[in-house]
């Protein structure tokens, strides 16, 4: 059982790690032309393959590495805001009758999901999402991100984690009723 919940969550990291490395990347290419930054494309990093940016300032490098930190976060946490909203209105287990009705009418009952499925993927989205608001903690302690950002980045992601240990507890709560 163990080794088969490890391949689930291996599988589930796949779309939020790509979506991460997305929008790091769109951001950072969005805040050089929208802000029109000074800089120059190096391809000298440790693949050879990726470029790397060079700014002409400092301040350059900060405001871009900002905007693309907060890109990355929210992207992020649009992701898990998205499973989590469906682990507490379309879990299999404790979906609202009603809902299930209108899903089923509306020839959208795969929407509603499995406790296994769910929190396979909440479990990926949020060690992402904490896993980022450790980069940014990182990254403010170096005085590279606004500590606003970081204070930000901790509050969504506890009530996230918040939000989902209250799904966790209602299915603890109805299994032990049956």
């Given at each position: 059982?163990?080794?088969?919940?490890?391949?689930?969550?291996?599988?589930?990291?796949?779309?939020?790690a790509v979506f991460l490395i997305l929008a790091k990347g769109i951001g950072i290419f969005a805040t050089v032309v929208f802000l029109n930054l000074q800089f120059t494309l190096e391809y000298r990093s440790i693949f050879g393959l990726l470029p790397s940016f060079r700014f002409a300032t400092l301040q350059g490098y900060i405001t871009a590495e900002n905007y693309s930190n907060?890109?990355?976060?929210?992207?992020?946490?649009?992701?898990?805001?998205?499973?989590?909203?469906?682990?507490?209105?379309?879990?299999?287990?404790?979906i609202h009758p009603k809902l299930h009705a209108r899903l089923i009418s509306l020839n959208m009952e795969r929407l509603v999901q499995s406790s296994y499925h769910l929190y396979h993927q909440a479990t990926i989205w949020l060690i992402f999402l904490w896993l980022t608001f450790?980069?940014?903690?990182?990254?403010?302690?170096?005085?590279?991100?606004?500590?606003?950002?970081?204070?930000?980045?901790?509050?969504?992601?506890?009530?996230?984690?918040?939000?989902?240990?209250?799904d966790i507890e209602k299915e603890i709560e109805l299994s032990r009723s049956q």
């Open positions: 059982m163990i080794s088969k919940s490890l391949v689930k969550l291996i599988d589930e990291a796949i779309l939020p907060l890109a990355m976060f929210a992207a992020v946490a649009a992701g898990a805001i998205v499973v989590i909203l469906k682990a507490h209105f379309l879990h299999e287990s404790h450790g980069f940014l903690t990182l990254s403010s302690i170096a005085k590279i991100t606004y500590p606003q950002i970081t204070i930000a980045a901790f509050l969504i992601s506890a009530n996230l984690s918040w939000v989902f240990a209250l």
